[in-house]
């Protein structure tokens, strides 16, 4: 393949990246907590035991890939600005894809999502429509514009972790109840708790163009004490509720959460953030060990997209962004 093809290749790709795919493995962990909930005593699951749809799970993730992926890309096209200042997203934002494409690109997701999930069933399809009212509309776009609202932004981000672990519960489960709000505390309280950190090392920016985020309204040492007092209640419901997955993922990052109160450095709050995510993923492989290679696909085909593309380190387990 000639140096023109590669960089046609990797240009391409573009329409692929500006969807945020390593950002899919929070939500689909999440997903996969939801599904996984009736084997949530166990710690791990053997081929035999498990009797898993590995089918169905693969068209779960696709559709809430396509729900996630068109969040994000209507995130960027509402936050160009913001985006060029704190030197983040820049494939839209540089103009390395047109709004007009962006905006096509987003209209075909939804719809093919859409689809998708209707062919689940009328639960999954009110739950993944709900997540993307809630994370590209709602979040982004006035009159609600919940992102530049502090208080309105935190419990919409707590939406969006719920909703993802409820598209697996309801897939998992024969009826609604509300014991899927039970199962779902450890998760939802480590996800807000995630969430708080990464108002953290965008708040220059933020601050800069005007927009009223919980980290520039209350300060990092504030939202550090917040995001570990949620953590401390994500570990003592994973233990009141006897979910032994919830427990294989908030005992490792103890150490992380615990530095982040030590040494109260954005620093310290990426890394406590990367950690998580990543101890989340490695839980659900022990239930469902292809996840692991979906895993390492999807983080060295992004290394070498970000290498070959833009000679960017991304991503990393550094304590940057």
């Given at each position: 393949m000639?140096?023109?093809?590669?960089?046609?290749l990797?240009?391409?790709l573009?329409?692929?990246?500006?969807l945020?795919?390593?950002?899919?493995?929070?939500?689909?962990?999440?997903?996969?907590?939801?599904?996984?909930?009736?084997?949530?005593?166990?710690?791990?699951?053997?081929?035999?035991?498990?009797?898993?749809?590995y089918?169905?799970?693969?068209l779960?993730?696709?559709?809430?890939?396509?729900?996630?992926?068109?969040?994000?890309?209507?995130n960027?096209?509402?936050?160009?600005?913001?985006d060029?200042?704190?030197?983040?997203?820049?494939?839209?934002?540089?103009?390395?894809?047109?709004?007009?494409?962006?905006?096509?690109?987003?209209?075909?997701?939804?719809?093919?999502?859409?689809?998708?999930?209707?062919?689940?069933?009328m639960r999954?399809?009110?739950?993944?429509?709900?997540?993307?009212?809630?994370?590209?509309?709602?979040?982004?776009?006035?009159?609600?514009?919940?992102?530049?609202?502090?208080?309105?932004?935190?419990?919409?981000?707590?939406?969006?972790?719920?909703?993802?672990?409820?598209?697996?519960?309801?897939?998992?489960?024969?009826?609604i109840?509300?014991?899927?709000?039970?199962?779902?505390?450890?998760?939802?309280?480590?996800?807000?708790?995630?969430?708080?950190?990464?108002?953290?090392?965008?708040?220059?920016?933020?601050?800069?163009?005007?927009?009223?985020?919980?980290?520039?309204?209350y300060?990092?040492?504030?939202?550090?004490?917040?995001?570990?007092?949620?953590?401390v209640?994500?570990?003592?419901?994973?233990?009141?509720?006897?979910?032994?997955?919830?427990l294989?993922?908030v005992?490792?990052?103890?150490?992380?959460?615990?530095?982040?109160?030590?040494?109260?450095?954005?620093?310290?709050t990426?890394?406590a953030?990367?950690f998580?995510?990543?101890?989340?993923?490695?839980?659900?492989?022990?239930?469902?060990?292809?996840?692991?290679?979906?895993?390492l696909?999807?983080?060295?085909?992004?290394?070498?997209?970000f290498?070959?593309?833009?000679?960017?380190?991304?991503?990393?387990?550094?304590?940057?962004?």
């Open positions: 000639t140096t023109k093809n590669v960089r046609s990797l240009k391409s573009d329409y692929f990246f500006v945020r795919p390593m950002l899919f493995y929070p939500g689909w962990s999440t997903l996969l907590a939801g599904y996984l909930i009736i084997f949530k005593s166990q710690y791990y699951l053997s081929f035999h035991t498990a009797r898993l749809n089918v169905h799970i693969a779960l993730l696709a559709i809430f890939a396509g729900a996630m992926g068109a969040s994000f890309l209507l960027q096209l509402a936050d160009v600005q913001s060029l200042k704190n030197n983040k997203l820049f494939l839209i934002s540089e103009g390395h894809i047109s709004k007009r494409r962006a905006i096509i690109e987003v209209v075909a997701l939804i719809i093919v999502t859409l689809f998708l999930s209707f062919l689940q069933g999954i399809f009110v739950a993944v429509a709900l997540f993307m009212v809630l994370t590209g509309y709602l979040y982004n776009f006035s009159p609600f514009k919940f992102k530049d609202k502090p208080w309105w932004s935190l419990w919409a981000n707590a939406g969006m972790g719920f909703l993802a672990f409820a598209v697996g519960w309801l897939a998992a489960m024969p009826v109840s509300w014991q899927m709000l039970i199962d779902s505390l450890p998760y939802l309280f480590l996800n807000t708790a995630l969430y708080f950190f990464t108002t953290l090392p965008d708040a220059e920016g933020d601050r800069a163009a005007g927009k009223q985020t919980l980290a520039v309204k300060g990092s040492k504030r939202i550090i004490v917040a995001a570990f007092l949620l953590f209640l994500s570990l003592f419901s994973a233990v009141l509720l006897q979910d032994r997955l919830a294989l993922i005992l490792p990052v103890a150490p992380f959460f615990v530095y982040t109160i030590i040494k109260p450095q954005v620093s310290a990426i890394l953030t990367k998580s995510i990543l101890f989340f993923a490695v839980a659900i492989c022990l239930k469902i060990p292809y996840y692991f290679l979906l895993m696909a999807g983080f060295f085909f992004t290394r070498w997209y290498k070959m593309r833009f000679n960017y380190d991304y991503p990393n387990f550094k304590g940057q962004k």
